[in-house]
């Protein structure tokens, strides 16, 4: 089955935080589900992402895993991204643990990639640029690294994604306002009227 990589899908705002976002309900483990567990996704995955993150990286191509070991260590960077800045939501600050993965990883990564490899931080550019997946969510997982970035990242409370909140006060409450932030206002109208209804019963 094709799933439909829409906008909503890149409510995380940068690379890392998309990748990391392939996972829904990863606090809940018996919703919890990977939108990556099929490899036929990914390059679909990539396309999508390279469209709706021009914003950080401007022209931009992202190329897809093609072995089993390239697909492994993607799936090895997107846990560590998730781990490493949902751990500094939930504790203030980036952890050694989860840190020392995290650059491990990008260590084996960059010493497979070619000696004229562009590897700057990602930035809005016109000059085109292509890049391995699993590479370009590391770089753009370093970038969240600044503090005044870091305090910015957040956990939707519905569905558990990772997302960076631009809002001028950081104010933003949820992953997508249209999505999660209407079904929780939604929910909260049925405990009222359900709450109400079971009083006239009183
Ligand atoms: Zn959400």
Redesign the pocket.
Known sequence: MTFDWNAHRF?GGVLALDLANTVIFRETRERSQDRLADPAEMPRFATAAANFRRGEWGNVQFSSPTSSGEITVLIDVREAINELFRTAVRGGGLRPKPLSVFLRLGSELFGDEPSGQNLALPRPCEQRRELPLASAAFLSGVRLFEPARLERIKI?P????LYFDESRNRSRR???MR??GNRAKAQRHYNRNSKQAGNDHV
């Open positions: 409510s939707c519905n569905c558990h994604w949820w992953c997508d999505v999660c």
